[in-house]
């Protein structure tokens, strides 16, 4: 085994960049920005946990583990209040999801999606 190995440092680091390379390829694959903002926000906050937590055992400082810990803390705090308001005001503005089927709006938030000259389906209940 490699002598500069460190499975405390490199593992969260391997882990961290996969989640944020998956967090990527979501972006270039998903089809609109709801499921971009879902794929972007939750895996690169994943990820980059991750990375932190490799720096950590990288420097094993006090002054390295606070920044870290604030680093971590404020990105918890700030990635999904930013990602619901890009995805409130997308909403706002009128940017509708594409839906599958145009059914799969459950509880009718969206208005009628059913095509024009098909007869709608009642509302089960």
Do not use: C
């Amino acid at each position: 085994m490699n002598p500069d190995f460190n499975a405390a440092r490199d593992l969260p680091i391997l882990v961290g960049s996969f989640f944020v390379l998956t967090a990527a390829i979501g972006v270039l694959r998903f089809p609109d920005l709801y499921t971009r903002l879902h794929a972007s926000t939750k895996l690169v906050t994943l990820g980059s946990a991750g990375i932190f937590l490799g720096a950590y055992f990288e420097f094993r400082e006090v002054d390295v583990a606070a920044r870290i810990i604030a680093i971590t803390l404020f990105q918890l705090l700030t990635t999904p209040v930013g990602a619901y308001t890009i995805a409130r005001a997308s909403y706002l503005r009128g940017l509708r999801p594409m839906l599958d089927a145009p059914d799969r709006d459950e509880w009718r938030a969206l208005g009628s999606v059913v095509p024009e000259g098909e007869p709608a389906q009642a509302a089960p209940g």
